[in-house]
């Protein structure tokens, strides 16, 4: 979700020193368009393929390896990302041009399929986990570990990480492709990649496995305790209905 937030931050820092595609339809205020793209195409291929075709051969994919996946898309992402800023840097130094801002799909296509196995997972599990009338604060405290939390930390990160987006001179503007080509902010991608790493070695572990296998286990335990009591005094109900029942039609000359 730190990768994710970056979509209307520091992607839009890169795309701003390139040069619009289709005509000027395309540029870094649009890009965000294919994540959007991104999640209906890989959700429904993920949504409708992927996990019936597992299904049928009776495999299912751990909630941490979902997470994993996740952030091993944004990984790609930024790698995409700095494979851009090496791009835009070598085009500029030999030529002194703006390279296409189609040179972004990739990294938002990347954000968007981590979004379809990261975010929808922890939608699911905080379902799970919440009992009762807890499911909605359970939704609620994804909601910001989700989407208020990594931008939290994102602000902090700027802010520590703010003199690679100034030039040499100590300059704050680098809106002009000759400002960025002397920034650093590479070094802001290769950070964020990073992080993104150390995401998916995390949920790879087999101990973060267990731990939120236990987690819903526990709670689909009590779930089905709870349907299981439910039915038992259904069932207790129904009994009591039909005896009343045959005592009134014995009752009756």
């Known amino acids: 979700n730190v990768a994710y937030s970056q979509m209307a931050t520091t992607f839009k820092v890169q795309g701003i020193v390139m040069k619009s595609a289709l005509g000027g339809y395309l540029d870094a205020a649009t890009m965000n368009n294919f994540d959007a793209i991104s999640v209906l195409v890989c959700g429904y291929l993920v949504g409708s393929k992927l996990y019936p075709a597992l299904a049928k051969r009776d495999v299912r994919i751990p909630t941490s390896y979902k997470f994993a996946l996740g952030s091993l898309c944004g990984v790609l992402a930024m790698s995409c990302a700095l494979l851009t800023e090496y791009i835009i ?58 989407g208020g939390l990594p931008n939290i930390l994102c602000i902090f990160l700027y802010r520590m990480c703010s003199g690679w987006f100034h030039t040499s001179s100590g300059g704050t503007s680098i809106q002009s492709i000759s400002d960025y080509a002397d920034s650093q902010v590479y070094n802001y991608f290769f950070l964020l990649l990073v992080i993104a790493l150390f995401g998916t070695l995390l949920n790879l572990m087999s ?43 014995d009752g009756i000359p």
């Open 89 to 146: 840097r070598t085009t500029y130094a030999e030529t002194g041009e703006e390279i296409s801002v189609l040179w972004q799909t990739m990294s938002y296509a990347l954000i968007g399929c981590g979004e379809v196995f990261c975010i929808s997972a922890a939608y699911e599990v905080a379902f799970t986990i919440g009992s009762g009338s807890q499911k909605a604060f359970a939704s609620a405290t994804n909601l910001f570990f989700v």
């Open 207 to 249: 101990p973060i496995k267990r731990w939120v296998a236990s987690i819903e286990n526990v709670r689909r335990d009590e779930e089905h305790e709870r349907e299981a009591t439910s039915y038992s005094i259904w069932l207790k109900r129904q009994h009591a209905r039909r005896c009343d029942t045959v005592e009134v039609a």
